[in-house]
C-alpha cells in the first residue's frame, strides 16, 4: 500500500466543519468586502500562451463551482471569488490539464503562468476493513472535475489527471462509520492496472465507541484536585478517583509550549475505579482500548515487576474474573527493560498471563507522551505505539464473558499522567491507530487544542 496521509473532514464529535462555500449560502471562513480574483496565464509546455481554454475555480471543501472564465488572445483569465478559502484552479485542454490549489485570504492573487502538463489515468482500490471492499465511495481531486465511484469490488479511475504528485480525496458514503481521508498519489508513477494503488479507509472514531473519559478536556482553569470523572458517553456510572490526583498540564509530542490537560496520578494511594461498567464488555466479541499519557516513573527498584495503568481486573482474589491490563513490565513476559505490556483473559476467571499478552518490542520511555491503542479482534491481540504496531498474540478465546470486575485506573507504585481513556467494542487495525495518533500528535486528542 502507498504512503497516505490521513485527515479527519467529518464524524468528530467536537469538531468543527469547516465549510468554504461558494455559492449565497452562509459558509464559515469569511466574505470579502468586495469581489476579488484569482488571475493567471495559461500555457502550454513550451510556454506558449493557449487561447480560448476554459479554466475553473472549485471550492475544496464544499467542492462546487465558484466561476469560469475563457483565457483571452494572450492566455490570461480571471476567475472571480469572494469567499476565503482554498480553491482547485483546472483547465483541461486535448491531452493536456492543469491543476492547482490556491489559498483566498481576501486579496487578489495572481498565479502568474499556469503551465498544462501531460496526462495520465490514475486507477485504485478502496477497502473498508481488512479485507472488505464497497460500492459507491466517491474519490475525487478537491476542487476539480476529476472525480470517480467505486464499482462493487471497490476500484476507481480517474482519467486524464495531469502528472505529478496529487492529493485524492476518498469519500466514503457511510460517514458515520468511517470517516473522509486524503491519499497521495504520483500520477504518471502508477502502473495503472486494477489494485496498484490502493487505500483503507479508518473507521470513524465514533463507531464503536462506548466509554471516553476525556481527562484532558476538564478546563483550562481548572487545577488542583479532582475527585470524579463523567464517562462523556454515559455508558457507565463515570470513574470515581481516590487520593485526590491532581489536574494539570504537560507538554505534547512536538516539545513546544503546546500545554494540554492530564490527571496525575503518583503512587497506589491516587487511582481511579469504575465500580460499575454496565457490562460494556460483556459477550463482545472484539474490543479495543485508547490511552493518551505519560509515564514518569516507577516507585520501586524491584528487579520484577507489572504496573497496571487501565484495567479490568481485580486485584489477586481467587474469584477475580479479569479481562484485562495495559500495564507497565519489566523482568516478565521476556520484557528486559521497562516496556507496555497488553495481557488479556476471557472473565472466566483465568489470570492474566504471559501467554495471553503482547509485549512492546520497545523500552518505554519514561517523560514521553505516548498514543497507545491496544485492539482485540477475537482471535488476535495487538499492541500499538504512536500509531505503529510493536507486537501482537493469538489468544484462544472468542468472546469475553460476563465479568463483574471493575475498571481501574493505576492503583499501583508508579507516577503517570493520563489524558484520555476510550474503551470500544470494535476492533481496530493499523489504519486506524495511524489515523488517531495523527489526530491528537500536536492537539489534545479527539478534542483539539486546549
Known amino acids: 500500500m502507498n504512503k497516505f496521509y490521513l485527515t479527519a473532514f467529518a464524524g468528530l464529535l467536537f469538531a468543527a466543519l469547516a465549510w468554504v462555500g461558494c455559492s449565497d449560502n452562509e459558509v464559515a471562513g469569511g466574505v470579502s468586502e468586495e469581489t476579488n480574483t484569482i488571475a493567471g496565464i495559461l500555457v502550454d509546455k513550451k510556454g506558449a500562451p493557449v487561447v480560448s481554454a476554459m479554466v475553473y475555480c472549485k471550492s475544496v471543501e464544499a467542492d ?13 483569465f480571471s476567475l472571480p471569488v469572494k469567499r476565503f478559502g482554498n480553491y482547485g484552479i483546472s483547465a483541461t485542454v486535448d491531452s493536456l490539464a492543469y491543476y492547482e490549489v490556491v489559498e483566498f485570504l ?47 469490488l471497490g476500484f476507481y479511475k480517474l482519467e486524464g489527471v495531469p502528472a505529478g504528485k496529487t492529493t485524492l480525496q476518498v469519500v466514503p458514503a457511510d460517514l458515520t462509520r468511517f470517516v473522509k481521508v ?15 494503488d490502493s487505500v483503507m479507509v479508518p473507521l470513524s472514531m465514533e463507531y464503536g465507541l462506548r466509554s471516553w473519559w476525556a481527562f484532558g478536556a476538564l478546563g483550562v482553569d481548572k487545577k488542583g484536585p479532582v475527585d470524579f470523572v463523567e464517562d462523556s458517553r454515559s455508558w457507565t456510572a463515570g470513574m470515581k478517583l481516590y ?24 503512587g497506589a494511594s491516587q487511582f481511579g475505579v469504575v465500580e460499575d461498567d454496565r457490562s460494556i464488555l460483556n459477550d463482545a466479541p472484539g474490543f479495543a482500548v485508547e490511552v493518551v499519557l505519560q509515564v514518569d516513573k516507577i516507585l520501586d527498584t524491584a528487579a520484577t515487576y507489572r504496573k497496571n495503568m487501565v484495567g479490568k481486573l481485580g486485584f489477586g482474589s ?19 527493560k521497562p516496556s507496555f505490556a497488553f495481557f488479556m483473559a476471557d472473565g472466566s476467571g483465568d489470570s492474566l498471563s504471559c501467554k495471553n499478552a503482547v509485549v512492546s518490542k520497545n523500552s518505554l520511555e519514561f517523560g ?29 478465546f472468542e ?52
Open 64 to 76: 462546487t463551482v465558484t466561476s469560469s472564465d475563457e483565457t483571452d488572445s494572450k492566455g490570461k
Open 106 to 152: 481576501g486579496k487578489d492573487v495572481e498565479l502568474n503562468t499556469a503551465t498544462l502538463k501531460e496526462t495520465a489515468d490514475v486507477s485504485g482500490r478502496v477497502m473498508l476493513r481488512d479485507d472488505s471492499t464497497s460500492a459507491g465511495i466517491v474519490v475525487r481531486i478537491p476542487g476539480s472535475s476529476w472525480t470517480a465511484t467505486t464499482d462493487s
Open 182 to 196: 486524503e491519499h497521495e498519489v504520483n500520477v504518471g508513477a502508477l502502473a495503472g492496472a486494477k489494485g496498484t
Open 243 to 266: 487520593g485526590n490526583p491532581v489536574y494539570g498540564g504537560f507538554v505534547s509530542y512536538d516539545e513546544t509550549s503546546n500545554v494540554v490537560g492530564a490527571v496525575h496520578f503518583k
Open 318 to 336: 481467587e474469584d477475580d474474573q479479569n479481562v484485562f491490563s495495559l500495564a507497565v513490565v519489566k523482568g516478565e513476559c521476556s520484557a528486559d
Open 368 to 396: 514521553k507522551r505516548y498514543y497507545l491503542m491496544a485492539t482485540w479482534n477475537g482471535k488476535t491481540v495487538s499492541l500499538y505505539e504512536n500509531g505503529k504496531k510493536v507486537g501482537e498474540t493469538d489468544v484462544p
Open 399 to 450: 468472546k469475553i464473558l460476563p465479568s463483574e470486575e471493575s475498571i481501574f485506573v493505576g492503583k499501583e507504585s508508579l507516577e503517570f499522567s493520563l489524558e484520555d481513556l476510550r474503551i470500544s467494542v470494535e476492533p481496530l487495525n493499523e489504519v486506524d491507530a495511524e489515523f488517531r495518533n495523527k489526530s491528537h500528535e500536536i492537539e489534545t486528542p479527539f478534542l483539539g487544542t486546549i
